[in-house]
């Protein structure tokens, strides 16, 4: 054993030596280069025509949390925002006794966060207000102006005096008759879970409108995922117990009403805005930044042929509004991560989805504050969009709030339009000190 081991070992040695003396020919490669392609690389700022526009087409189905609320902003105005979901029973159960006998009904939503803008608003008190749906939920009609007061019942289920003090538990008693309405699901009802939506709609949960002149609220995020219904009631001299869960796999959504339409501007102006849910957002125009790198580089000597730019890396730099006096209030209400997205579309659906980029190393997305400003790599998409012919508004980059979610098994993260979180912010605009602009490190091909 000791011999072949070192006949191994010294095998090795003369191995390593031998292919340790072959010369590398570091100009491998280099006849695949054309001879007159000589390649310089630039760097160009370009001004980025931004304007603010209302995000209605905002997809606000499947939520990570379904919530409720309202907050008002010196410079949004009010924002109030209500979730609905479909329930179910968790198992069939073939009869519910004769005659039962209502004890109690009641749910404990575990609360997952909160948005306020001022720290006396995190336990305040507010009224919280659970109605029926008498309407089945259209699927695709999930824009934040698809629900309306016709969809429930203008008498709510749970019981009166409900206050949410901005706890971590959401604790909801229901009225008696409703669950005595619960009690008269058939057998068919019991036993499907399409069967007992089709007649019990569903619930949604919001609170009035905050009403106070000055700034403050705020809107609570609900779990609805850990939560379940539970009915007591009595029926043959013994006690029952009915369980219920909320139906994320079914239909429900986050609708908002916003005050801030007034701040969408398609004219170059000082300030842009951001705003969550389905409110104000700062938008870029493809069409018109595509333009200006053209007519550059016709004004090039010699001029140069966007088909011939060669694009490295592409940034959009979104400067915010300084903090003043030590007030970092706006600067603290900003989102975390945002990200230029196109308004796309499907079959029966639009939707805002990030533009590939995204996923690039250091792409960007959140706010830098030594230099007070968000930047987005969009490299990528401006390389395709010099490349195409026509262009139009379906074209434009809206600036929206992000989240991802990383896989288990492959470690990957996917990244989604966050349309549950609400945030606001203030950004300079093209007529301020500090305008948007798209930085360009490029080559040019040689023809």
């Not at 016709?298 to 979104?318: F, G, K, N, T, Y």
């Amino acid at each position: 054993m000791t011999i072949r081991a070192r006949s191994i070992f010294l095998s090795a040695i003369f191995f390593f030596t031998l292919t340790s003396c072959i010369p590398v020919d570091n100009r491998m490669g280099s006849g695949f280069i054309p001879s007159n392609q000589v390649i310089y690389i630039h760097t160009q700022d370009f001004d980025a025509p931004m304007f603010t526009a209302v995000a209605d087409s905002m997809n606000m189905a499947v939520p990570s949390y379904l919530e409720f609320g309202s907050v008002n902003s010196p410079v949004f105005g009010n924002t109030t925002s209500s979730g609905l979901v479909q329930f179910a029973p968790y198992s069939y159960q073939e009869e519910y006794g004769e005659d039962p006998v209502v004890d109690n009904m009641f749910v404990n939503i575990p609360m997952s966060g909160f948005t306020v803008f001022q720290e006396d608003d995190r336990y305040m008190p507010q009224n919280v207000y659970v109605y029926r749906l008498i309407k089945d939920l259209d699927h695709l009609q999930i824009y934040p102006d698809s629900f309306s007061e016709e969809y429930i019942d203008p008498l709510p289920v749970s019981k009166p005096g409900l206050i949410y003090m901005g706890g971590d538990t959401l604790r909801i008693d229901f009225k008696e008759s409703f669950a005595y309405e619960l009690l008269q699901a058939d057998s068919v009802e019991r036993d499907s879970t399409e069967a007992f939506t089709a007649k019990y709609k569903g619930l949604f949960f919001t609170t009035e409108k905050y009403s106070a002149s000055q700034k403050g609220g705020r809107i609570n995020y609900m779990n609805i995922a850990d939560a379940s219904i539970y009915l007591n009631y009595k029926s043959g001299g013994g006690d029952s117990l009915l369980t219920y869960y909320f139906n994320v796999y079914g239909t429900y959504y986050n609708i908002a009403s916003h005050e801030s339409s007034g701040l969408a501007n398609e004219q170059p102006a000082e300030t842009l805005y951001y705003e969550g849910l389905a409110g104000v957002k700062p938008c870029l125009d493809v069409t018109a930044l595509v333009s200006d790198i053209k007519a550059w580089g016709q004004a090039q000597s010699p001029p140069v042929d966007p088909e011939r730019i060669l694009i490295s890396r592409a940034e959009l730099i979104m400067p915010v509004k300084i903090p003043t006096d030590g007030d970092y209030t706006m600067a603290d209400n900003a989102p975390n991560m945002l990200y230029p997205c196109k308004l796309m579309s499907n079959d029966s659906l639009l939707y805002y989805s990030p533009v590939v980029d995204i996923y690039n190393q250091k792409a960007g997305g959140s706010m830098n504050r030594s230099h007070w400003h968000y930047s987005f790599e969009i490299t990528s998409y401006l390389q395709k969009v010099l490349k195409s012919d026509t262009l139009d508004a379906k074209d434009n980059l809206w600036i929206m709030p992000v989240y991802s979610v990383t896989s288990s098994t492959s470690n990957s993260s996917t990244y989604y339009v966050d349309n549950f979180t609400y945030r606001n912010t203030v950004l300079c605009g093209n007529l301020s000190d500090r305008p948007p602009h798209v930085r360009i490190t490029y080559a040019v091909l040689l023809q």
